[in-house]
């Protein structure tokens, strides 16, 4: 989609707009209303541009996604490496795991991950969404792996698994809670979901 054909919807802000400020409304708005049904309204709206300022600064709505779906990918990452490290190990996989099911409850879990949302919605014809999300599930797995390796070091988590099954079990945990959250669950069925994930680091 063009974002250079549809109407002007008010003046927006001025073309010298935060970049990334922009980015990170734009992710708010794909994660509402999904890639293929966002219009050029929900982003004028999302965003407080202008359509002249969009246009300028992403030519394209896919290239103003890949640019959310970066800045996404980047924060969360981000965020999962701080979380899991620190101590002890187990501790910190459970609150990591925590974190996500509070993400998948009420508003926000109804509103998904836009990581999710385009592995479901746009994989496999999308290519370049692909590189990302893989490169995403990769790196959530080596990091919740890491984290485990170290438990095992200390003794906080049993050596029966090796570390990256085990993590790769965490991340299909993590991203179903994502994709099953999308369905209004409770936060206690999230947490009945981490209990039985946590014991299986024993």
Do not use: W
Request: glycine share 6%; charged share 25%.
């Amino acid at each position: 989609m063009s974002l250079e054909s549809p109407p002007s919807v008010g003046p927006g802000r001025p073309r010298e707009f935060d970049f990334d400020d922009a980015v990170r409304d734009a992710v708010v708005v794909f994660q509402t209303h999904g890639y293929t049904a966002t219009s050029m309204v929900h982003l004028i709206e999302g965003t407080g541009l202008s359509r002249g300022s969009l246009y300028k600064a992403f030519s394209d709505k896919h290239s103003l996604f890949l640019a959310a779906l970066d800045r996404y990918t980047s924060d969360g990452l981000s965020r999962l490496s701080n979380d899991l490290d620190k101590e002890p190990a187990r501790e910190a996989i459970r609150a990591t795991l925590q974190h996500y099911a509070r993400l998948s409850t009420a508003r926000k879990g109804r509103r998904g991950c836009l990581v999710t949302a385009a592995a479901t919605e746009l994989l496999p014809t999308d290519d370049e969404v692909r590189e990302r999300v893989s490169a995403m599930f990769k790196r959530m797995q080596n990091l919740l792996a890491a984290a485990i390796r170290k438990g095992q070091s200390s003794g906080d988590i049993s050596t029966r698994h090796e570390a990256q099954t085990l993590a790769r079990f965490l991340l299909c945990t993590i991203e179903g809670m994502r994709v099953l959250g999308k369905t209004g669950p409770s936060e206690a069925e999230m947490e009945a979901l981490i209990a039985i994930a946590v014991n299986a680091l024993d």
